[in-house]
């Protein structure tokens, strides 16, 4: 029997999300106040980093909400579409990141009880971030699938709500509200590159786009690493494991939700290694003076590492987050100068007499060379007893000055055994 003209209607009126169209777009309109709470962070032109592309870049800001994170749309969208009984019971989630504090921060706002389980190893600053903003959190698990799994059995237990990090279509249709903002800010843009992690931000992000402007290319980047959503929407079997400056987006098995709609309104996906991850992110800080973390830099490091996807295209890209630890930060940047050859560690063999360290110096320095440390090793070689060697590290102003500099030392007579740049 064919459906009725009332079914075919309802159809229509549905989104993607499996939502009502009205629905979704009371969310994705910011209707209810509560969303005043949720900043409608800038989308700018980069002009520098467009050169670098070669295409017309946006960058759309969402680390500059107030837990640094866009996953604070999707908690809030999924807390405003609770009954009232469910919001006198409370809500659960798992989360060592980004979402446990999403969600604090809104149920706490919305006078809503929030547990939030992470796991027993969860760093002490995301544990302390969490319960800053009220809400119990229970160390308990030891990984975050554990920790998923004891959740689930205590919203059960206590008659709570899981509030799942991306496996949600209300969650999905409040991160589909970066997409609006983005579009409305910047409506030249006709390509938008989107981080995949569970693949709810782009879901959303996707379900928007092909609501008001089908025309618009959607373009999802993983980690090598953890290629999820590529096996699960073409069949792949690539191995998901290995530590990744990527971590909010480390995720093996994508939702059920998420896959259907990425197989659906998704162009294409595209993978970044770590190496063009810590150059983004450092490009990101260096030239538009903004903090990402390894997830927040997986859009502009696609569009450096795939330039055919993007050139002549006017691209929106998502910093979808900007929570990063300060001594890993600090290592990133230290080694992109490295592959800059801004610095570079010399290895020098020298006669073990006096005046030889100065010797090297005064080499470097007339050469416009900055030392930075030293450091001797007289007993770990195989060198001759009046030999040694001397590692030095040097500052530089870029490649060809570095090799100004190594050429110094050897028309001094200094042999350059080994310029590790």
């Not at 809104?106 to 939030?116: F, K, M, P, Q, V």
């Not at 999905?172 to 903002?181: D, K």
């Amino acid at each position: 029997m064919p459906p009725s003209s009332e079914a075919l209607r309802e159809i229509e009126l549905t989104s993607p999300l499996g939502l009502p169209q009205a629905e979704i777009e009371a969310i994705t309109n910011r209707a209810d106040p509560a969303w005043d709470e949720v900043a409608v962070t800038p989308c700018l032109p980069s002009r520098k980093l467009s050169a670098m592309a070669g295409c017309e870049l946006f960058v759309k800001y969402e680390n500059m909400q107030y837990t640094a994170s866009f996953k604070e749309r999707g908690a809030l969208a999924k807390l405003l579409s609770l009954s009232e009984a469910e919001r006198r019971s409370g809500v659960i989630a798992a989360s060592a990141g980004n979402h446990a504090q999403g969600l604090a921060r809104h149920s706490a706002l919305l006078g809503i009880d929030a547990t939030i389980v992470m796991p027993a190893h969860t760093p002490s600053v995301k544990v302390e971030e969490t319960r800053r903003f009220g809400a119990r959190v229970l160390l308990e698990g030891i990984d975050y699938d554990e920790a998923s799994g004891l959740a689930h059995a205590r919203c059960k237990e206590e008659g709570l709500t899981y509030v799942h990090p991306f496996d949600d279509p209300y969650v999905c249709a409040g991160q589909g509200t970066v997409a609006a903002e983005m579009l409305e800010q910047a409506p030249q843009i006709d390509t938008l590159v989107v981080p995949i992690g569970g693949g709810g931000l782009i879901s959303g992000m996707a379900t928007v786009a092909a609501a008001r402007r089908p025309d618009v290319r959607v373009i999802g980047v993983q980690s090598d690493l953890y290629p999820g959503m590529i096996n699960a929407v073409r069949g792949g079997t690539r191995p998901c494991a290995g530590t990744t400056l990527a971590e909010g987006i480390a995720v093996a098995a994508p939702g059920l939700l998420t896959r259907k709609i990425v197989s659906t309104l998704v162009d294409e996906i595209v993978t970044v290694n770590e190496a063009q991850l810590e150059r983004a992110l450092s490009l990101l800080l260096t030239c538009q003076k903004t903090l990402a973390e390894g997830a927040g830099a997986a859009g502009l490091a696609a569009v450096l590492a795939h330039p055919s996807l993007f050139r002549g295209h006017t691209v929106g890209s998502v910093v979808c987050g900007g929570n990063i630890d300060t001594r890993l930060l600090s290592s990133i940047l230290m080694r992109d100068l490295a592959r800059q050859r801004r610095l570079a560690r010399l290895r020098i063999t020298l006669t073990d007499v006096p005046g030889q360290l100065e010797r090297v110096s005064r080499a470097i320095g007339q050469a416009g060379g900055n030392v930075i440390d030293v450091s001797y090793h007289k007993t770990f070689n195989d060198l001759p007893a009046k030999q040694t060697h001397l590692d030095i590290s040097v500052e530089a102003t870029d490649g060809v000055h570095m090799d100004a500099i190594v050429d110094a030392l050897r028309t001094d007579g200094l042999p350059v055994e080994n310029a590790n740049y």
